[in-house]
């Protein structure tokens, strides 16, 4: 789970004097990416990104609901706000997000001071209801049940110049029964192709080279259209996009995952040799009770596939330890799978009861001790075989999309290779200048369990995002908290002539 807060971005057409705003993001990258969305409506509403350090006068909290930490992080957050506030008349604070869709009152109930609750269906509203708080000094309390505007026709501040988010459906139509999120994102809502196009054009116009399509199951793309090749041909059709150096796509569900992908990932030279593919468990009849609709017979004939055509893939999951009823004999049974599957990463997840779930009501409810217990011997075997994994990178060649320049604690650049492993970058002798957005190329020298070093000779490839990142700082005269980031887009893309 990530917890972020959106850097200030210098590029706005905000008057200095305008009020400004902080993003703070909860949660998976769909969250990511409706903050991009939740700023842009901010910036083109009047508002300004508050700069490092500075308080903001607006305080948005996009909210996770997925595990129960969320929950004390939110109010964690909220009570220390709550002083700041009482000292900064005018500040208001706003709570949307899966939490917002599914507390709704209940979170001004608990935390009064906030002004304004938002739910998932309506994130073009936060302008309207800010609005409308200030003017009726009371909070407001806006939740839809069903979609208002696809986000993607709303404005968007883009936090990378060389990577971008494109959402290619919204909602779940699986059941799974330790999953929230259906309930608060509502059923799968796929998004035409031509409009997805529309948006990698406009993105690789603006020096953007990677993109990461993103859905809840992003392989069961085309349901609502009726066609089931859609989400390969989609594939296929982005990695097309001039400009466009890398395709990336999360996550996908096993049960949904065709040969037609497979074939899609290995013939499109833009699709990255990376997959991201949930296990949740090596059981199953655990499986079966999280009403996940395949086995591990079927789990492990898809990675085979993929590696048959693809080679060199690096392949991550999601893994919960602790379902309800999950035996010695179960948990045995993940390891197994584990072991089996080589995974390069696992994110690996203690079961944690969310109220609105079958789960949360299902017997045989395990101790926290026995959890934790399995959960550690889990994390100590994936770890030892992510560092063999990547022990076995050392004296190949990678390709590093650099996304952060060294500092004077860091002496090396940052990025991810093509199979989206994290690189640390330490060249020897001169480079040409080196930006975010450009690519390195060195010999990995060194392995570590969680990242790659390549020490040495290295040769460095300028992009169209590194081209796009010099405008910017040359539009900020070098000022910020850091790199700025992408532009502001407003509503559907259109796209700019390539220089």
Not at 19 to 44: F, I, P
Not at 59 to 67: L, M, Q
Not at 236 to 262: L, N
Not at 371 to 396: C, K
Request: include cysteine; hydrophobic fraction near 35%; charge should be negative.
């Amino acid at each position: 789970m990530t917890d972020t807060t959106a850097p200030p971005l210098p590029l706005t057409e905000a008057p200095a004097d305008a009020r400004t705003y902080a993003v703070t993001t909860y949660g998976c990258q769909m969250n990511v990416h409706d903050s991009e969305r939740l700023s842009g409506l901010l910036d083109d509403a009047g508002y300004r990104p508050a700069d490092t350090g500075e308080t903001a006068d607006i305080v948005v909290f996009n909210t996770c609901a997925v595990r129960e930490n969320a929950d004390n992080r939110l109010y964690g957050n909220l009570g220390r706000l709550a002083q700041v506030k009482k000292e900064r008349p005018g500040m208001q604070i706003a709570v949307g997000g899966c939490m917002a869709q599914k507390d709704r009152a209940a979170i001004v109930e608990r935390a009064p001071w906030v002004d304004v609750v938002f739910g998932t269906h309506n994130m073009g509203s936060l302008p309207a209801l800010l609005d409308r708080a200030r003017h009726n000094e009371e909070a407001q309390v806006e939740i839809l049940e069903s979609l208002d505007v696809f986000p993607s026709t709303l404005p968007t501040r883009r936090e990378s110049h060389h990577s971008g988010w494109v959402s290619i459906s919204v909602g779940c139509n699986n059941t799974c029964t330790f999953c929230i999120v259906p309930a608060l994102r509502g059923k799968e809502k796929d998004r035409r192709p031509g409009d997805i196009l529309a948006e990698v054009q406009a993105l690789a116009a603006d020096g953007v080279i990677e993109v990461t399509l993103l859905g809840q199951n992003v392989n069961s793309y085309g349901a609502e259209f009726r066609d089931r090749g859609a989400f390969a041909k989609l594939l296929r059709a982005v990695g097309a996009v001039e400009g466009i150096e890398r395709v990336r796509f999360t996550s996908p569900h096993p049960a949904a995952f065709s040969d037609d992908v497979i074939d899609a990932m290995a013939e499109t030279p833009t699709v990255m040799p990376q997959l991201h593919m949930p296990l949740q468990s090596g059981s199953d009849r655990i499986l079966k009770a999280m009403r996940r609709s395949y086995r591990t017979s079927r789990f492990l004939g898809i990675l085979e596939k993929v590696r048959e055509r693809i080679p060199h893939a690096a392949i991550t999951t999601d893994i919960i330890v602790g379902f309800p009823g999950e035996t010695e004999e179960d948990f045995q049974g993940t390891l197994d799978i584990v072991r089996r599957s080589r995974f390069a990463q696992a994110f690996t997840f203690q079961y944690s009861k969310r109220p609105g779930t079958p789960a949360a009501d299902m017997p045989d409810q395990l101790p926290k001790e026995v959890v934790q217990e399995r959960f550690e011997r889990l994390v100590a075997l994936q770890d030892e075989i992510s560092w063999e994994e990547n022990r076995a990178q050392v004296g190949r060649r990678v390709e590093v999309l650099v996304t952060s320049l060294p500092d004077s604690e860091h002496h090396r650049y940052t990025g991810r290779a093509a199979d989206n492993r994290l690189v640390h970058v330490g060249p020897t002798g001169p480079l040409p200048t080196v930006r975010p957005g450009d690519v390195l190329s060195a010999e990995v020298s060194e392995a570590r369990p969680f990242f790659l070093i390549a020490d040495g000779p290295a040769l460095v490839r300028p992009t169209a995002s590194g081209d796009a990142w010099d405008r910017a700082q040359a539009d900020s005269c070098g000022t910020g908290g850091g790199a700025p980031g992408g532009p502001t887009v407003l509503g559907m893309p259109t796209l700019r002539p390539r220089s």
